[in-house]
């Protein structure tokens, strides 16, 4: 099964944007699915996760109240609704999923995944 990361572009500071995460394949065996973010000279951070199964959701502390996270199993697939953008939200987005759950707010953890999509580039202007 293979992730594909869609939705990105470039949006005034203030706009929003939404960002699918789609599995192709046969199936979709990944209980658990985060959003990622790299910057550029910056590593890559966690700033969402969810569980497909109980719909527990998790957000980094920087986009609280601003992204959402939710997930559509009839569709496999996984978004984030992004509003209120800032500049500092520029990034390469990048979802990643796990086939085994992992504790609490770890899911934001980058090493718990191997399977990753490729990214969709958000560029916030000022």
């Known amino acids: 099964v293979q992730l594909q990361a869609s939705g990105g572009g470039l949006v005034q500071a203030g706009g929003s944007l939404r960002l699918s995460c789609a599995a192709s394949?046969?199936?979709?065996?990944?209980?658990?699915i985060a959003w990622f973010r790299q910057a550029p000279g910056k590593e890559r951070e966690g700033v969402s996760c969810?569980?497909?199964?109980?719909?527990?959701?998790y957000y980094t502390d920087s986009v609280k109240g601003r992204l959402t996270i939710s997930r559509d199993n009839a569709k496999n697939t996984v978004y984030l609704q992004m509003n209120s953008l800032k500049p500092e939200d520029t990034a390469v987005y990048y979802c990643?999923?796990?086939?085994?759950?992992?504790?609490?707010?770890?899911?934001?953890?980058?090493?718990?995944?191997?399977?990753w999509g490729q990214g969709t580039q958000v560029t916030v202007s000022s």
């Open positions: 969810i569980s497909r199964g109980t719909g527990t959701l």
């Open positions: 990643a999923g796990r086939i085994n759950r992992v504790p609490g707010s770890t899911c934001l953890n980058s090493i718990h995944y191997v399977n």
């Open positions: 394949g046969s199936s979709w065996d990944y209980s658990l």
